[in-house]
């Protein structure tokens, strides 16, 4: 009964963050791994201006990007 | 180090599946190519589109992976090699599937087809199927794959690149063209569709608002989150829809919403030159989420609703029209049932999406079949289920709707005369009904598509999920296109505003800046100012319009897949592959034909509803003799300068599409005897490091 219960609860978690990846509603998470990942050093103290983008900051700077060029067809 | 896309040889059980799909697929082929006289079940057009995708998908696009372009799953990708976390960004083949449909799937798939059924449904319906599996989703795929193999690179820069410098110059001139002629033209559909309609006039007018809601909320109350603003903007959408209907009832608020063609016209083309010099977050970039979902949900339930009705198609498999005396446009079912038809067969547009964003988010090479050939194969069973919508109506009644004034009479006593008597009966009584039924004044002449194809998709949702609510799907039908046909008109006016400002740039450095703003205003100027210039005249024309400008946007669309063609052929050739050049070379071959045969039809047929010269003569030698009078007088010299124009345009893309293909063989002979040419720009061979840690499938 709890597996199963489990089961679905997993399934629909992964349903939601399939849904959130396709809509693109986790780019900002998927940004922060990635920042995460590739320029977060080697752990020391950041200055201000390594850091990674705030949020707000983060969708007005994809949204002017992914609208320079053709985006949209007949 | 095996290449994973290399053929395996069927097991027994596999064989009898697909046995069994290519059976299937062959009868209900059959089924609908050899019906006659009895209606067919619409069932089978959905049954036969599956099984020849599934089989174009399964054998041919597998034969292109493996051998033609050996598809290389060890090889990085743009995506990997040049990871920003943004623009390159090695992306789930799901996902990125869902962004290449969502981006090549716009309103043409649904009008073209609804359009060329005035030749009945078989000549459109084996075009898109045949059309698909061996032009446009080869197109697409080998598009893809030629921007995945060049670092990412624009269709543009393949062009420069593969076929030098005058190949390159072509490719962006006839991009610019098209986007003028598809935007006047999709502007057209919805000015149609909107004409002394208050409903669908008040419904499209609160999508502005609407959008303005989201883009603030995506912006500044939850920055970034998708899905909340957009079910918000879902909401208010479907709101504005039952909204309308008590708009159109209204005493005092529904004639604030009750314009003809030519004021609605001006304002789309004020609402167009806002749009372009808005900031793309505070109205495309929302509108894009809620046309994006909205397009994606509506043609899943029509699918849905298609399967449980099983509706029967009315239209005959092909009608007298097929010898050039259709009334929703002039000229022969050869060559234009293959222009009108355009994006759900072969979309020349689609190659400037398969090498935009998309090749530079695959993780794998591998994933460019999937992605490439099934994103057309998808988009092509859109086209079919258009056609299935336009074909379910009464003959008479779609004949009625996208007849123009100026072919059945301007009366709807004379409409109805002339279309029985071409055998397909229909009485004023039926369309008043019909009308009323929509919530409409009336349905004659709506030219472009759209309504008909609302007519359609209403009769259907409302047998399938509910009666009675006729008038409120249609016009959430009319609302869901216009959406789209809106977002589209946006983005396109905007990049061919980047385009103007790319060129311009050259010569006046500051206006190349795309953020200095006197030349974002005038370049968005010029660019509304082209396309307006069509739609508004457009709307005062006696024929229509769409008459005129839709053949001339499908040359215009199989012309730009004729370029990326060309430079798909040439890369095969340089990369010794002449033995499989035939892949695009004969779709190529095909292509040029009917746009060489259609655009020569344009220019120099002697009937006037084809031959825009002959059209021209004809008006000044009527106005001449003196003949016209009154409105149609003042307007003829327009008329006849506007003839003149599109076949300007029209030689314009003639020659294009003759100085590319003649380019092309020139290289492509030279390659061969060892002569001078651009060599190939295919990027080297740099080993995935993702394969070995990455779990597929």
């Given at each position: 009964m709890i597996r199963g219960l489990e089961f679905v609860m997993g399934a629909g978690r992964r349903f939601w963050s399939s849904v959130r990846e396709l809509t693109g509603d986790d780019a900002y998470e998927r940004y922060l791994a990635h920042w995460r990942l590739h320029?977060?050093?080697?752990g020391a103290p950041l200055a201000r201006e390594d850091a990674p983008l705030g949020r707000a900051a983060f969708f007005r700077e994809e949204q002017r990007r992914k609208w320079d060029g053709v985006r949209r067809c007949c | 180090m095996a290449t994973t896309a290399a053929p395996r040889p069927l097991r027994p059980l596999s064989l009898a599946i697909w046995s069994i799909v290519v059976a299937v697929g062959t009868f209900a082929l059959g089924a609908i190519a050899l019906s006659r006289g009895e209606s067919i079940n619409a069932l089978w057009f959905i049954v036969a589109a599956i099984c020849i995708y599934a089989i174009g998908y399964r054998f041919y696009s597998a034969f292109l992976a493996a051998k033609v372009l050996a598809l290389d799953s060890t090889r990085a990708t743009p995506a990997e090699r040049?990871?920003?976390?943004?623009?390159?960004m090695p992306t789930n083949r799901w996902v990125v599937f869902g962004h290449h449909f969502a981006a090549i799937a716009g309103p043409g798939p649904l009008i073209g087809p609804t359009l060329a059924a005035q030749f009945g449904y078989l000549p459109g319906t084996l075009w898109i199927l045949i059309g698909a599996v061996l032009g446009g989703c080869v197109q697409d795929f080998v598009a893809l794959f030629c921007s995945i193999r060049r670092d990412g690179r624009s269709l543009g820069q393949m062009a420069r690149d593969e076929l030098g410098p005058i190949g390159g110059a072509v490719a962006l001139i006839g991009v610019m063209a098209i986007m003028i002629i598809l935007i006047a033209v999709l502007g057209l559909v919805v000015v149609n569709a909107m004409r002394n309609s208050p409903w669908a006039t008040s419904t499209v007018a609160a999508t502005i608002p609407i959008a303005l809601l989201v883009g603030l909320y995506m912006r500044h109350?939850?920055?970034?989150r998708v899905l909340e603003g957009t079910a918000i903007g879902v909401a208010l959408l479907l709101f504005a829809v039952l909204g309308g209907g008590w708009i159109d009832d209204?005493?005092?608020?529904?004639p604030w919403f009750d314009f003809g063609a030519p004021a609605l016209a001006i304002m789309i083309i004020v609402y167009g030159f806002a749009a372009a010099v808005l900031p793309v977050w505070l109205l495309l970039a929302p509108r894009d989420y809620l046309s994006t979902f909205m397009k994606i949900g509506t043609i899943a339930a029509l699918a849905v609703a298609i399967v449980i009705l099983n509706p029967e198609v009315k239209m005959p498999a092909v009608t007298q029209f097929i010898d050039g005396t259709g009334p929703i446009f002039g000229g022969n079912v050869f060559p234009f049932v293959f222009i009108t038809i355009a994006c759900g067969a072969i979309s020349g547009f689609h190659s400037l999406i398969a090498s935009g964003t998309t090749p530079k988010l695959l993780a794998n090479e591998r994933d460019a079949r999937f992605i490439g050939y099934g994103g057309m194969a998808m988009e092509s069973f859109v086209a079919i289920m258009a056609m299935v919508a336009a074909c379910v109506l009464d003959p008479g009644v779609y004949f009625a709707i996208n007849s123009p004034a100026g072919v059945v009479g301007a009366g709807a006593a004379d409409a109805v005369a002339t279309i029985s008597s071409w055998g397909y009966p229909v009485t004023v009584e039926q369309m008043s009904a019909l009308a009323a039924e929509m919530g409409e004044e009336t349905l004659f002449a709506?030219?472009?598509?759209a309504p008909s194809l609302a007519v359609g998709m209403a009769s259907i949702f409302s047998s399938a999920f509910?009666?009675?609510?006729l008038d409120v799907w249609y016009h959430f039908a009319i609302m869901f296109e216009a959406l789209f046909i809106l977002t589209t008109l946006d983005a396109g006016t905007r990049v061919a505003r980047f385009m103007l400002q790319d060129m311009l740039g050259n010569v006046v450095p500051a206006m190349g800046r795309t953020s200095w703003y006197p030349s974002v205003l005038l370049c968005s100027g010029l660019v509304v100012a082209a396309w307006g210039y069509f739609l508004y005249f457009g709307t005062i024309d006696p024929l229509g319009g769409i008459n005129s400008l839709w053949p001339l946007f499908g040359i215009a669309n199989q012309m730009l897949a004729a370029i990326a063609l060309c430079v798909a052929t040439t890369v095969l050739v340089k990369s010794g592959k002449v033995r499989f050049v035939w892949v695009t070379a004969l779709p190529l071959a095909w292509l040029v034909t009917i746009t060489t045969t259609a655009a020569w039809q344009k220019l120099f047929s002697p009937d006037v509803r084809v031959g825009f010269l002959s059209h021209a003569n004809d008006l000044a030698a009527q106005l001449a003799s003196g003949s016209l009078t009154g409105a149609a007088a003042e307007q003829a010299p327009r008329l006849i300068f506007n003839d003149r124009l599109d076949a300007a345009l029209t030689m314009f893309f003639l020659v294009t599409v003759w100085v590319i293909v003649i380019e092309t063989a020139r290289i492509c002979h030279a390659s061969l005897t060892g002569r001078r040419c651009p060599p190939s720009a295919e990027s080297a061979h740099i080993p995935s490091r993702l394969v070995e840690d990455w779990v597929r499938d």
């Open positions: 320029h977060a050093g080697d | 040049f990871n920003d976390g943004r623009d390159f109350v939850r920055p970034g209204h005493a005092t608020f529904g709506r030219t472009g598509g509910g009666e009675g609510l």
